[in-house]
């Protein structure tokens, strides 16, 4: 979640928790009020009714007219409020009630329903009165539900208003001074998403904040290292990898001029004992076919040496020309497997040694296709793309492979293979992706800049 609007949210919480904790202590003191008004009534019309017991006992009252309360219910009575009696004798019970307004005090129905549930009940008062240790009643006072819900209502929705205009204010201006603060974070985490993708020399500027120029010293000095140890990983495998290449080069080189060369006279040699041995010593024919056939056994082993080694092609007639060869020995080797290659740019302009690591690339790739892919199709392509600001040499080889989980498409990611390549690209100085295609398949993509090549 974006931080800003976690802030947001939890301020939206606590000012809601704040607004409940204010509401609820405004709910309280409501009750409390009323609930107290309910006691003064009821200790006020008990009084009353004592001194009336009182002159009727003296003779100065009309027991006929107990209770008499009508200067409670005329003065003492808040809106909404009643009292009742109830007396021994039921002929002299007696309840007063003072009407309210209540249009001016109408609470929602469900604020109405649960004061009346919640607190209401709570908010009666009751006393018996008694003379001259007789029982002769009780009195009960308590509002109508509707008058205190009303009044509630109209305590708290003023700061239900006030809280609402409050909350959405100190969000927005939460949102826009945590937005502004949070600006560098930005510049950070397009930082470290760049350093993901590979990009080494991105730097991050100077920030004011303290805490954020530290953040910003550090990411520059680890970019710098990783670029500085990536360099040189990179020079030390192409170094390595074109001694190799230049090795196996010199090796082909000599088989081909020495051993082959020894074979080839070897052979003529057999060929010629074999014509000799037809007049002059016909048992020694045999043989000397044996010996004739072995030697050419022998050369057409040496030769997928050779080009094991280093395929003649590629600096007879170029990268491209031994990509189709090799795509074309494939062709002839496979069943229903169709190979195919497209190429686009300069691609012959590239140095000796590079040329021969996308060789090797692609004879992998195939390879793993061949063996792994149980695939219909599996298609090349090679071009060089002048379009952007760093000319660069993109490769891919995708397949539409279907074979099993244990021997499908994603076997090549687990083999020798794959590792080799990626020392190759490594010492081209470039990126490597293998995988399989949301499609279906399995897809090799090597990237590699074209500025390496003159070093």
């Known amino acids: 979640m974006d931080l800003k609007w976690l802030l947001v949210r939890r301020i939206t919480l606590v000012a809601l928790a704040c607004f409940l904790a204010g509401s609820g202590l405004a709910l309280y003191m409501s009750a409390r009020d009323a609930k107290r008004q309910n006691m003064d009534l009821v200790e006020l019309a008990s009084r009353q009714l004592d001194l009336q017991l009182s002159r009727i006992a003296r003779s100065t009252d009309i027991p006929a007219r107990f209770p008499d309360w009508d200067l409670v219910s005329n003065y003492a009575l808040q809106p909404g409020q009643c009292v009742e009696f109830s007396a021994e004798e039921l002929s002299r019970n007696r309840s007063s009630c003072a009407g309210f307004d209540a249009t001016s005090m109408t609470a929602p129905s469900w604020f109405s329903a649960a004061y009346r549930l919640l607190v209401n009940s709570h908010l009666s008062a009751a006393k018996p009165l008694v003379y001259r240790g007789a029982p002769r009643g009780s009195i009960v006072a308590i509002f109508d539900p509707a008058a205190t819900a009303g009044r509630a209502w109209a305590t708290i929705a003023p700061l239900l208003g006030l809280s609402a205009v409050l909350v959405a204010a100190l969000c ?19 930082g470290l998403n760049r350093l993901a993708r590979g990009d080494l020399s991105y730097r991050l500027p100077a920030f004011r904040l303290a805490e954020l120029q530290r953040i910003s010293e550090v990411f520059n000095a680890v970019s710098a290292e990783l670029q500085k140890a990536t360099s040189e990983r990179a020079d030390l495998a192409r170094r390595l990898v074109d001694m190799q290449e230049q090795e196996r080069r010199h090796i082909a080189r000599e088989l081909h001029d020495d051993v082959a060369q020894r074979l080839a006279a070897l052979n003529a040699l057999a060929a010629s004992i074999r014509k000799s041995a037809q007049t002059e010593a016909p048992p020694l024919v045999n043989e000397a076919k044996d010996l004739e056939r072995m030697a050419s056994d022998l050369m057409i082993s040496l030769r997928r040496t050779l080009t094991y080694l280093r395929p003649q092609e590629i600096d007879d007639l170029g990268l491209v020309q031994s990509l189709k060869a090799l795509v074309e020995q494939h062709n002839r080797a496979a069943g229903r497997t169709t190979y195919s290659i497209e190429t686009a740019g300069e691609i012959e302009q590239l140095r000796s040694e590079t040329s021969a690591h996308v ?88 990237e590699f800049p074209t500025s390496q090549q003159g070093a």
Do not use: C, W
């Open 172 to 190: 927005l201006v939460t949102y826009l001074v945590v937005d502004r603060a949070l600006l560098p974070a930005r510049d950070i985490l397009t």
């Open 359 to 446: 060789y090797r690339i692609v004879q992998e790739a195939l390879t793993n296709a061949s063996k792994h892919a149980n695939a219909r199709r599996v298609a090349v392509s090679l071009t060089r793309d002048a379009e952007s600001t760093e000319e660069r040499i993109k490769l891919s080889v995708v397949d539409d492979g279907a074979g099993s989980a244990a021997t499908g498409s994603s076997a090549p990611l687990a083999g020798v293979g794959l590792v080799g390549m990626r020392e190759r690209v490594a010492a081209l100085s470039g990126k490597l992706a293998a995988g399989p295609l949301p499609s279906g398949g399995f897809g090799l993509q090597v």
